[in-house]
Every structure is written in C-alpha cells, then in structure tokens.
C-alpha cells in the first residue's frame, strides 16, 4: 500500500470556511507559541530517534531525508521509471527544471505529515490531564515553521537563528534546548535537534563510500576537517548569510514583484535568453545552500537534507513560491513545454498509487497550510489582499531597517489595513528613504551569470565585488565589499548516482542566476561615488570598479580563465523598472540593456557578439 501525501487535515476551518493553519517563522514560533514550539523540538527529537523509526522504516528522518539523494533506495517502493515521465533511472532529483518549486512542496508535505505523527506520539506521552489537553490542542495546527534567511535580523542578533546554532546577544547556541517533558514538566535540556542530525548508523555504503560524507557521524555546516572529531563553524555560516543578505532580499523582492511567468521563476535551466530573467527561486534557494554548507552537508546536494536547517531552508523557499503565485496567480505550467500532470515520483496523492502531481499542488492549501503573509480570508476582494499583500513584501524587503525580536515577515495580516510599519533596529543597510518607494519609478541594474552548471564538479560560487577586495581566497565571502554571490548547487557527476545529474552533464545543461548590485549603487550614490544611476555614469564606475571570483567551496580560488571555466559569462544589465499602474498592478520591468563596455575583454565577462 502506497504512502498518501495529503497533507495535514487537522486544524482547518479554525477562522472560517477558507482558513487553514499557518506555517510561522522559526522565531516567531520560539517567541509567541511556546506550546506549539515545545511540541516541534520534541517531535523533530522523535522522528529523528532510531527507537522510534530505525533508518530503515520508510517514514523514518533517515529514510525521508534519502529521497533528496544518498542512499538512493526506492522510497516507498518506487522506482522513477515507473511512471514513464523521466529519462532517469536513479535518484527522483527534480534541479535546474519546472519542477522544482512543485516536486519540492510535495516533499515538505511528507516531512510535515511524519514530524506530525511523531507530535502525537509525544502528546500521548504526557499523562491524561490539563497537560496533554493543552500539548493536544496546541498539535492541531502545529505546521513546519520556516527561516526567513531574507529577514534583518534584531538589534545584537545573528543572521542564523540561535536555535539552529546562532547568537542571542549574550553566547553562541552550542547543542542543547531547553524543553518540557512528560517526564519533567518543569523544565530540562536535551540535544538540540536543529543543531545537527546524528546518523545511527553511519553508512559508508549507504554514501557510496565518498569521503569526508563516510566519517563524519552528524550532519556539518562549515565543517573545521574533514576529520571524524570536525565540528561545525556557525559563525563562519552567519558571516556569510550575514554579507549576502542584502543580496538576497533585493532577489527574492524581484523575482516575487516582477517576474511574470513560471518558466522563468522556477529554475535555473537558462531558458530564452532574455537578459532580464537570469535569476530564479532555484538560484535563490542555491546561494543559501552553498552559504550554510560551506564544506558541509548543505552544500551537496545528495547529502543536503539530512541536516535540519534544510527543511527550514525549504520552507522559506516553499513561501517564496506561495508569494509569489498569489501575485501571479494565472501562470503556472501553461508557461512551459512540460506538463503539469506529470507525476511528482517517488510521491502519491493516495493509498491506491496515483501520484501526486504538480497540478495537485498548486497552492498551499492543497496541503491544508499557508503562510502569515497570504491569510487572503480576511480580506474581501482579490484586489484589496493584492494591494496589501505587494505593500507587505516591499515593507519586509526594501524598507525594513532592520527588526524586532519577533519576526515581521511572521505577523499575520490583520486583514485590511493592517500597514504597521515595520521597526528598526539600526542596522547596517541603505537608507530606506533612498530606496523610494513602490510607486516610484527606477533603473534597476543586475550581474548576469551563465555558466555550465558542472564545469567544476560540484558546487562552486562566483563571488562579485565592488570596489578593493582581499587577495586571500579565504576571506572573500566575509570582505566588506562583496556584493553577493552567485553559487552553482551541484552534485559530482563522477561521484554521484543521480543520472539526471550524470545526464545534465553529458548534455552540458547551462544554468544562470544573479547577483543584483542596485542597492550597493544606491549606497555608492549615497557616499558620493558615482553621481547618478544612469548609464553615463554607472558604466564608468563599474568598469573601473565592479570584480568577480570564482570559488570552490573548500576555498579553493579558480581563475577565470582556467579551462574548466570556458562557458562563465559575466554580463552587467539595467531596465528601467515602472511602478504599478493602478490597484491590484505590479511593478513592470522594461527592456534591458545589456553594458558591453563593463566586461568587454575582461576573464569570463561577455563580449560584444556574445549571446545574450
């Protein structure tokens, strides 16, 4: 009998006959649900527990987190070929194709529903009373939290949240949580279970013998060794989430505003060449990757998932995806050669093996969730949830300052309104003010990047800078004059046993992304050190001032010239960006100009000639 991936049907209805419970972000869970976040860490502590599930039960953590890559065992007993939709054999990776927002929704719908039957264990592990009643209460609409990586973090903070290793103000989190139990209902510390997962047992087979993925025994985020006794470096991953953030809030605030269709918004696979749609939420979603991993689990893609962080990660991502579809709601696979009734292997919708399907999927309701940003029930037509909703992201994502304790992007609406700003904290980014607003019209300028995704075999990062940078590799991604960073998410194809992986290497599958550098030439303005954003005088700047390296993630530089590197192309464009023409409208971008003049004759820039 098939798994059914339904979603979670508890909790519904709770504010009405659309209303469905929230996914929250991680500190507002922490912050304003202890009972419901209490109930999370136990869970997550119980399905990672091999007394619970061994790893070799199908809805075990080990068992789930292998459907992303490693061990590469049928799921559920499915073999990809079965349902005829793909050309691979091995391994159900849905990377660089249309796929990927929607494979990935289903995937977290799995996840949830196991996290959630291990909460109702532990609720039944409180004695019948006042206790278990309130812990049963809470479980209801207890949904996977996300990590708003987007979000200025508060005053004293770290970008990583302090439970999954980031800093409060006062120490470093090193491993433990503090939680209630059926057993100690005051109060005791346990393992933390976002901080890593311990494999029980470790598989050299199960890993395809590669090494430092075979001696590590928990998951690594910036991994000191590659020896047995390495410990993770979480500083070094707040550093870098912390110098690309404004990097990626510029991204996710363009892709959500001003890409229209599917195609383009969903992945990587360079599509049609229109120099205004490089970036994708799969490039998004890869820079946070390489960013956490480092030399870690993160940044492999067979490898990924069985750290925590991932489902957190994928979650912010998944709401990304929401954002933006309830901005663009009507398109959708319609955009692409690909069907949306294609299957969504190794997942299935019921008990009797019908597969779940992108069409399945297409909101997040289907799965009996949303997020605090799209409670459209509360308001009364489409075009007044528009408005708000497009308000909200440019509060969040351009002019927030910074934040309070308690996340802003996690505040639900409070229906129509609801325009509380968002506070500030001082932090360190451009004047909101000169930024502008919504309904202002500007000259938006962005890094193409284009590149044979495994030229280098695996993942790798060109970074972008403008103005002096260090010469030493090993602190480029921490250099105050890095502007953001473009990263490739790769398997080995030499090493790996996805075929769809081995297979976009035969075909030389070319991917793109970008690196946006509007809001470091706002700053720049801002300091007296270019006079406008107008062409005649960004070129000049650029040319003399905007660099690029290209890095592994063991800190190994490459030059831009190597052999390997022949397919990098670096490009600098603008478009004139028109603010939304009247209510429920967005933002529009116009046609782009691509500068020939910044990269003409430089390593790896475009040249005149050069396709676009």
């Not at 087979?205 to 993925?213: A, H, I, L, T, Y």
């Not at 970008?514 to 960004?538: D, F, M, N």
Request: net charge negative.
């Amino acid at each position: 009998m098939s798994f059914a991936i339904t979603g979670i049907k508890d909790g519904l209805g709770q504010e009405g006959p659309n209303s469905v419970p929230l996914r929250r972000e991680l500190r507002d869970l922490q912050a304003n649900y202890p009972d419901q976040w209490n109930l999370y860490i136990l869970g997550l502590t119980k399905l990672q527990d091999p007394q619970y599930l061994a790893q070799t039960e199908r809805l075990s953590y080990y068992q789930i987190c292998g459907i992303h890559g490693r061990p590469y065992v049928p799921w559920d007993g499915v073999r990809d070929t079965e349902s005829g939709n793909a050309a691979t054999t091995v391994g159900y990776c849905t990377h660089a194709s249309v796929y990927f927002p929607t494979w990935h929704r289903a995937y977290l719908a799995l996840f949830e529903q196991g996290l959630y039957a291990a909460v109702q264990v532990v609720v039944n592990e409180f004695p019948a009373g006042p206790l278990r009643a309130k812990y049963a209460k809470a479980a209801q609409d207890l949904r996977l939290p996300y990590w708003d990586w987007a979000q200025l973090p508060a005053p004293g903070r770290s970008e990583l949240p302090f439970a999954v290793g980031g800093f409060d103000g006062n120490s470093w989190n090193h491993d433990t949580i503090r939680v209630i139990t059926a057993k100690n209902p005051n109060g005791t510390t346990i393992k933390n279970p976002l901080f890593s997962y311990v494999f029980k047992p470790l598989s050299a087979r199960d890993f395809g013998n590669q090494r430092p993925w075979t001696v590590f025994p928990s998951t690594l985020r910036h991994a000191t060794s590659g020896r047995p006794d390495a410990t993770s470096k979480n500083q070094d991953v707040n550093l870098a989430i912390r110098n690309s953030q404004e990097s990626l809030r510029e991204s996710l605030y363009t892709l959500v505003m001003e890409y229209e269709q599917y195609l383009d918004f969903s992945n990587t696979r360079f599509h049609s060449g229109n120099p205004n749609r490089y970036d994708s939420l799969e490039d998004l979603h890869n820079g946070i990757h390489v960013s956490i991993g480092g030399q870690g689990h993160m940044t492999v893609p067979d490898f990924a998932a069985f750290d925590p962080i991932f489902w957190l990660h994928h979650c912010a991502v998944d709401r990304v995806f929401a954002l933006w579809q309830a901005l663009h709601p009507n398109s959708y696979f319609e955009s692409t050669q690909e069907s949306g009734d294609s299957a969504l292997l190794p997942f299935h919708k019921d008990t009797k093996n019908a597969w779940v399907s992108s069409n399945n999927v297409r909101g997040p309701k289907s799965f009996g969730y949303t997020y605090p940003d799209l409670v459209d029930w509360k308001f009364s037509t489409q075009e007044e949830f528009t408005d708000a909703l497009k308000d909200r992201i440019f509060r969040l994502y351009v002019n927030q300052p910074g934040s309070s304790g308690n996340a802003p992007s996690a505040q639900s609406f409070d229906g129509p309104g609801d325009q509380q700003p968002i506070p500030a904290s001082g932090g360190n980014t451009v004047a909101p003010t000169s930024l502008g607003s919504i309904n202002e019209q500007f000259r938006r300028w962005t890094v193409n990047i284009r590149v044979k995704k495994y030229c280098l075999f695996g993942s790798f990062s060109v970074h972008v800078f403008i103005g002096d940078f260090t010469e030493d590799p090993t602190g480029w991604v921490f250099d105050p004059n890095l502007v953001g960073s473009y990263s490739v998410f790769a398997n080995d194809p030499r090493e790996t046993s996805c075929s769809k992986c081995v297979g976009d290497f035969d075909n030389e599958l070319i991917v793109t992304g970008t690196v946006p550098i509007y809001r470091a030439l706002v700053a720049a303005k801002g300091k007296g050190l270019v006079e406008s954003l107008e062409p005649e005088h960004v070129v000049p700047f650029l040319t003399k001032n905007l660099h690029w390296r290209v890095q592994k993630p063991d800190n190994e530089a490459i030059h831009r010239d190597a052999e390997d590197l022949t397919s990098l192309k670096v490009s600098v464009v603008s478009a004139v960006v028109r603010p939304p023409q009247g209510p429920g409208q967005l933002p529009t971008q116009l046609e782009a100009e691509v500068h020939f003049d910044i990269t003409d004759s430089r390593p790896a820039g475009l040249q005149p000639g050069d396709q676009v």
